[in-house]
C-alpha cells in the first residue's frame, strides 16, 4: 500500500512530505490510519541529531487513528477500532510484568533501532528503505505499522479522535511523573519547571493528587496565566531571579515534589537546591547532551533524605493510564485539549518552527484534507 509521510533524510533537515509504501502487517502487527499525532520534544532530539537514528526516516510517536489491518495472530483489535498509538514493550520481562513497560529489558531496541528487530522496515520509498518503528510506531505518516502491544483501545470520549495521540507519551509522561512516579499527596507542595505540554500535563495532575500548593517555573507570560487557570497556586518567572530563591521564597522550607521537564543541568541543580526535607526531584526532560551531569551533595543529600528520580513515559501502563487520563477529561479534572492547536502535516516544519519559538504549546498534526486551523 502506499501512503505519505513526513521523511526526514537526514538529521538537521527539514521533513519533506513523500509518498512511501507500506508493508503488509506482521502476525503481531496492526496497520493504523493515522488521523492525528502529536509533535514532541523527542522527536525533535532525533530530528537533528542529537541522539543516532538511521536515515532517511519517519518520526513520530504520538499517533492516533482507525486500525485498518491486523496480522494473523492479533486478536484484541480488529479494522475499524479507534486506537492510540503508545511506545513498545516486551510484555514478558520483569518491568513488563510490574506493570512499568517504560523500563522494559527491551525498551532501546524496540523503540529506537530504526527497523524491527530483523533489520526490516515497515517503509520503503522504491529501493531505498526508509527507518520506521520509531517507538515502534513512526506516526508522521497517514498509515503507520505498530505491533499490537503498543494500542490502546480509545473509550468513549467527547474529543475527537485527532487529538488524543499526545497521551501517547508527552501527557502521560507529566501527568504520570505526579500521579503514578511521585504519587503526591494530598496536601503537599509541588513545582513544576517548564510550561510546555508535559510540565503542565504534571501541574493538571497535581490538581487531581489535591496538591495544596502548585508552583510553575516557566519564562512565557502567557504560559504562566494559563497555568493559573489549570490550576496553579503561583508562577514564577526563572528570568527575574535565581530560581531557587524564588522558590523558596514562595516556599520556605522547600518543596515536597519537583519535576524538572527542561533537561537542563543548571536548572536541576537549582531544583535540587529547593527541594524540601525529604523532598523528591523528578527528572523528565530529555537533555540534548546524552552526557549531562548534575552536582549531588553527598552530605546534604542523605541528612535531608532527598531522593533524585528518573522517570520514563511517567511510570505509566499505558492500557490502564491513557483511559484514566481520558476518564478525568471527561469529568473536567483533566483538560488537556486545551494546550493543543493543530497544523496540516504538510505544514510539519513550520509547526516545528511554531512550537520552538513558544506559540504554542503542544502541536498535532492532522491529515492535510481534515484540518482545522486551530482546536
Not at 504520538?62 to 511506545?87: K, M, N, R, Y
Not at 529489558?105 to 520503503?124: H, K, Q, V, W
Not at 486545551?338 to 506559540?359: C, D, H, M, V, W
Amino acid at each position: 500500500m502506499e501512503t505519505r509521510a513526513a521523511v526526514l533524510e537526514r538529521a538537521g533537515d527539514e521533513f519533506v512530505l513523500q509518498d512511501v509504501m507500506v508493508e503488509e502487517p506482521r502476525a503481531d502487527e496492526v496497520v493504523v490510519r493515522i488521523e492525528g499525532v502529536g509533535l514532541c520534544h523527542s522527536d525533535i532530539v532525533f530530528a537533528e541529531g542529537h541522539r543516532p537514528y538511521p536515515m532517511p526516516a519517519v518520526l513520530g510517536h504520538e499517533g492516533a487513528g482507525i486500525v485498518v489491518s491486523i496480522g494473523s495472530e492479533v486478536t484484541d483489535f480488529a479494522p475499524g477500532d479507534a486506537v492510540i498509538l503508545g511506545f513498545s514493550s516486551c510484555e514478558a520481562c520483569p518491568r513488563c510484568d510490574e506493570g512499568l513497560p517504560g523500563y522494559c529489558a527491551d525498551f532501546a531496541p524496540l523503540n529506537f533501532i530504526g527497523s524491527r528487530r530483523d533489520g526490516t522496515t515497515a517503509y520503503r520509498r522504491g529501493d531505498t528503505k526508509v527507518a520506521s518503528h520509531f517507538f515502534g510506531q513512526s506516526s508522521f505518516a497517514r498509515h503507520a505499522v505498530t505491533r499490537a502491544g503498543n494500542l490502546v483501545k480509545v473509550p468513549e470520549t467527547s474529543l475527537d479522535l485527532s487529538l488524543l495521540g499526545p497521551l501517547g507519551c508527552g501527557i502521560q509522561t507529566g501527568a504520570g511523573a505526579v500521579m503514578r512516579a511521585l504519587a503526591c499527596a494530598a496536601g503537599s507542595s509541588l513545582v513544576v519547571v517548564g510550561g510546555g505540554s508535559v510540565g503542565l500535563s504534571a501541574l493538571m495532575a497535581g490538581s487531581v493528587q489535591g496538591c495544596a500548593k502548585i508552583v510553575l517555573v516557566e519564562p512565557m507570560a502567557e504560559r504562566r496565566a494559563l497555568a493559573m487557570e489549570l490550576g496553579a497556586s503561583a508562577t514564577i518567572d526563572p528570568l527575574a531571579g535565581p530560581l531557587t530563591e524564588q522558590i523558596l521564597a514562595l516556599l520556605p522550607g522547600g518543596a515536597d515534589y519537583i519535576v524538572d521537564t527542561t533537561g537542563r543541568p543548571d536548572v536541576a541543580t537549582g531544583a535540587l537546591d529547593s527541594l524540601a526535607v525529604h523532598g523528591t526531584l523528578a527528572l523528565l526532560g530529555v537533555p540534548h547532551d546524552a552526557a549531562a551531569t548534575i552536582p549531588l551533595p553527598l552530605s546534604r543529600t542523605m541528612l535531608r533524605g532527598h531522593r533524585v528520580i528518573g522517570v520514563v513515559e511517567g511510570d505509566s501502563d499505558q492500557k490502564t493510564f491513557i483511559p484514566e487520563l481520558i476518564a478525568l477529561r471527561e469529568a473536567g479534572r483533566f483538560p488537556f485539549d486545551r494546550l493543543i492547536r493543530t497544523f496540516p502535516l504538510s505544514q510539519i516544519n513550520e509547526a516545528i518552527a511554531a512550537q520552538a519559538r513558544g506559540e504554542c504549546i503542544k502541536v498535532v498534526l492532522l491529515p492535510d484534507a481534515d484540518c482545522a486551523e486551530e482546536s
